[in-house]
C-alpha cells in the first residue's frame, strides 16, 4: 500500500471532523481534497492550475474539458452554500461525494502511486473475512471467473479509512470499487450481477 496522497489524508480528516460533530469542517476539509485532486490531474494533463482558492478552482475544472458531465455536476455540489441553518440539500453529502470523486481522479491517473489500490484497473472489493455478504459478493466474482482485489480493512488501517469516507462513517462491507469509478456498497446479489453483466439465475 503506497503512502496516502493529500487528497487521502484531507479525506481522513473530513471523516475524522465529522465524527466529532464538527460537520461544518468536515465540508471545508471535503471541498479541500476535492481540490488537492484536482491539482494532480491538472499537472498530469500539463493544465495551467488557476490562481486562486480551492473553490476557485473547482469552478475552472466544472467548466474544463477534463471530466465528464456527471463528474462536472458533482463539482458542482462544492460549490453551493448553506441555507440559514447551515445545511446543504439533504441528498448531498459532501465527504462522500469527495471520497468518490477522489478515487475518480485516482483511477483516471492510472498509476499504483496514485490510487488507494495496487492495481486501479482491477475491481476492488473493501471486505472483512467473517462478513458474509463479502464472502457472497466474492462468490459471485470467482464463480464467473471475475479478475478482482480483495482488501480486507481489518488488516489495512488506509483502506478501512476509506470505507469510512464513501459510507458516511461507517464500516459498511463489502465497498465495491469499479475501474469507471462507481461503487456499491452492500450490494444485493442481483445488483451487482446486473453491474457485472451477468444473467440473473432463474
Not at 101 to 114: D, P, R, T
Request: aromatic share 8%.
Amino acid at each position: 500500500m503506497h503512502d496516502l496522497s493529500e487528497a487521502e489524508k484531507l479525506l481522513s480528516k473530513a471523516v475524522e471532523y465529522r465524527q466529532s460533530g464538527f460537520e461544518g469542517r468536515a465540508r471545508v476539509t471535503a471541498r479541500l481534497a476535492v481540490a488537492s485532486s484536482l491539482r494532480s490531474l491538472y499537472q498530469e494533463h500539463k493544465e495551467l492550475l488557476p490562481a486562486g482558492s480551492a473553490l476557485d478552482l473547482i469552478r475552472d475544472a466544472a467548466r474544463s474539458d477534463l471530466l465528464s458531465k456527471d463528474q462536472k455536476s458533482l463539482l458542482e455540489h462544492f460549490t453551493l452554500k448553506v441555507d440559514e441553518e447551515y445545511n446543504l440539500p439533504k441528498e448531498i453529502d459532501l465527504v462522500t461525494e469527495a471520497a468518490e470523486f477522489v478515487e475518480f481522479v485516482n483511477i483516471q491517473l492510472n498509476g499504483a502511486n496514485q490510487s488507494m489500490s495496487d492495481n486501479p484497473q482491477k475491481i476492488k472489493i473493501y471486505a472483512t473475512s467473517w462478513c458474509g455478504g463479502s464472502r457472497r459478493a466474492r462468490n459471485i466474482f470467482d464463480t464467473n471467473h471475475i479478475d478482482y482485489e480483495w482488501i480486507d480493512i481489518d488488516e489495512n488501517v488506509e483502506a478501512g479509512k476509506f470505507v469510512e469516507s464513501v459510507n458516511r462513517g461507517y464500516r459498511s462491507v463489502p465497498t465495491i470499487v469499479f475501474p469507471d469509478g462507481t461503487i456499491l456498497t452492500e450490494p444485493s446479489s442481483a445488483d451487482l450481477m446486473k453491474k457485472l453483466g451477468l444473467s440473473l439465475p432463474f
